[in-house]
């Protein structure tokens, strides 16, 4: 299963692996490739759940603005 998870407010390559680390600790996840000028993060794995995914990036402080 692959996920696009639509992010704003990531400015730079440290925030690039906030968000990276964030969701690659999530259950289910196999890899996460984040794309700063793209303002997305590209998520492979079994059973990924928008809420949680919703979650990690927002806990780390950046807005999900949309998944598919």
Same mark, same amino acid.
């Given at each position: *299963?692959?996920?696009? +998870?639509? $992010? /704003?407010?990531?400015?730079? *390559?440290?925030? +690039? *692996?906030? +968000?990276?680390?964030? $969701?690659? /600790? #999530? ?7 984040? @794309? #700063? %000028? ?5 998520? /492979?794995? !079994?059973?990924? !759940? @928008? ?6 990036? /927002? @806990?780390?402080?950046?807005? +999900?603005? %949309? $998944?598919?």
């Amino acid at each position: *299963m692959k996920k696009v +998870v639509s $992010i /704003e407010g990531m400015s730079c *390559m440290h925030c +690039v *692996m906030r +968000v990276k680390k964030a $969701i690659g /600790e #999530l259950a289910g996840v196999a890899s996460v490739d984040v @794309d #700063l %000028a793209g303002k997305k993060a590209t998520v /492979e794995g !079994d059973a990924l !759940d @928008d809420a949680a995914l919703k979650a990690a990036v /927002e @806990d780390v402080g950046y807005d +999900v603005t %949309a $998944i598919a």
